[in-house]
């Protein structure tokens, strides 16, 4: 039998500055966040931030009369909790909200669920076509779509209003003829999508274009097409990025009150649940019952999005910033 050589029965070198037989030493920052003190202090704060939510829904569940004469901490001495507040919310209505939040509230999901898809779809393709499909001028294309991030959302409301409703004319001539989208949802669909669509172009490119390059060149030689790799191959691996951009764009939707109230005009056929939420209060501000319930309404949907997609968005965050 063989004796091992010198190389071979030599031990395995030391990295400089550590002595043998040492294990590594932990940095000081998470040597720190690793102490049970750290814990506890994350668990206070966490506590701490889910106290105003918590006072939310025990203030929408008390009587009108509780809610104006004491605190919301009361109900656990005191308890005398119902439904009645949602059921006056949903159905009865409050002060200038005639037949309640229902109808606003389904019209807040059909304008935020297309708003959301939309985007994605459209975003996921050209981030696709800007990261493998090269052509001439693309990065010019990419470096124009990323500069749009900087373009304030304030400025272009009126100019698309404009648009929407009376076309693009160049003198005596129409170069886009006026939309009648007045009562519909298409407006507020597409300003969404205009607004959302740069940063999800740029976020998705810089996930898409990491993509490792053997593995699209071996579709490429097996015959498949780039609609074939980006069904196949490309949104399959970039569904953490793409359950990522979705959260931040439908919470932005759902909350946003500007774009729904200049480009749906506040009607009740297309109006969502933040355009009515105010008016709750009515116009003393005497009805806090009925306008914490519908607060409180108006952010469960988000917290069901959110944590069905929590683990997709910790994944989208993390993905990128380690390779290999």
């Given at each position: 039998?063989?004796?091992?050589?010198?190389a071979?029965?030599?031990?395995?070198?030391?990295?400089?500055?550590?002595?043998t037989?040492?294990?590594?030493?932990?940095?000081?920052v998470?040597?720190?966040?690793?102490?049970?003190?750290?814990?506890?202090?994350?668990?206070?704060v966490?506590?701490?931030?889910?106290?105003?939510?918590?006072?939310?829904?025990?203030?929408?569940?008390?009587p009108?009369?509780?809610?104006?004469?004491?605190?919301?901490?009361?109900?656990?001495?005191?308890?005398?909790?119902?439904l009645?507040?949602?059921?006056?919310?949903?159905?009865?209505?409050?002060?200038g909200?005639?037949?309640?939040?229902?109808?606003y509230?389904?019209?807040?999901?059909?304008?935020?669920?297309?708003?959301?898809?939309?985007p994605?779809?459209?975003?996921?393709?050209?981030?696709?076509?800007?990261?493998?499909?090269?052509f001439?001028?693309?990065?010019?294309?990419?470096?124009?779509?990323?500069?749009?991030?900087?373009?304030?959302l304030?400025?272009?409301?009126?100019?698309?209003?404009?648009?929407?409703?009376?076309?693009?004319?160049?003198?005596?001539?129409t170069?886009?003829?006026?939309?009648?989208?007045?009562?519909?949802?298409?407006?507020?669909?597409?300003?969404?999508t205009?607004?959302?669509?740069?940063?999800?172009?740029?976020?998705?490119?810089?996930?898409?274009?990491?993509?490792?390059?053997?593995?699209?060149?071996?579709a490429?030689?097996?015959?498949?097409?780039?609609?074939?790799?980006?069904?196949?191959?490309?949104?399959?691996?970039?569904t953490?990025?793409?359950?990522?951009?979705?959260?931040?764009?439908?919470?932005?939707?759902?909350?946003?009150?500007?774009?729904?109230?200049?480009?749906?005009?506040?009607?009740?056929?297309?109006?969502?649940?933040?355009?009515?939420?105010?008016?709750?209060?009515?116009?003393?501000?005497?009805?806090?019952?009925?306008?914490?319930?519908?607060?409180?309404?108006?952010?469960?949907?988000?917290?069901?999005?959110?944590?069905?997609?929590?683990?997709?968005?910790?994944?989208?965050?993390?993905?990128?910033?380690?390779?290999?």
């Amino acid at each position: 039998m063989n004796e091992p050589s010198a190389a071979e029965s030599a031990p395995a070198p030391v990295p400089a500055g550590r002595p043998t037989g040492v294990a590594p030493v932990r940095g000081p920052v998470r040597k720190a966040f690793s102490r049970p003190l750290a814990s506890v202090f994350v668990i206070a704060v966490t506590v701490l931030w889910t106290i105003p939510t918590l006072g939310l829904l025990v203030t929408s569940l008390r009587p009108k009369r509780d809610v104006a004469q004491t605190g919301w901490w009361n109900a656990f001495t005191h308890p005398g909790l119902g439904l009645s507040n949602y059921h006056t919310v949903l159905f009865e209505g409050g002060f200038g909200v005639s037949g309640g939040l229902l109808p606003y509230l389904v019209n807040s999901l059909a304008i935020s669920i297309p708003a959301t898809v939309f985007p994605l779809v459209i975003a996921a393709m050209a981030a696709y076509a800007l990261s493998w499909v090269r052509f001439r001028g693309s990065d010019t294309v990419f470096f124009v779509i990323f500069a749009l991030q900087v373009v304030p959302l304030q400025m272009a409301l009126i100019p698309l209003l404009q648009l929407f409703s009376g076309g693009a004319h160049l003198g005596s001539v129409t170069l886009i003829p006026a939309f009648d989208l007045s009562g519909t949802y298409a407006p507020v669909w597409l300003a969404h999508t205009m607004f959302a669509l740069p940063l999800a172009i740029f976020l998705l490119h810089n996930f898409i274009s990491q993509l490792p390059r053997d593995l699209m060149e071996a579709a490429v030689v097996d015959g498949a097409s780039h609609f074939k790799i980006f069904r196949s191959i490309v949104l399959p691996l970039c569904t953490p990025a793409l359950a990522s951009f979705a959260i931040f764009e439908f919470l932005w939707v759902w909350n946003d009150l500007l774009v729904a109230l200049t480009f749906a005009g506040g009607t009740p056929e297309v109006a969502p649940m933040t355009v009515r939420l105010a008016q709750l209060s009515g116009s003393f501000g005497g009805r806090w019952e009925l306008l914490t319930a519908g607060a409180f309404l108006s952010i469960i949907i988000p917290l069901i999005v959110f944590f069905s997609l929590q683990r997709y968005f910790v994944r989208g965050l993390l993905a990128g910033s380690v390779k290999g």
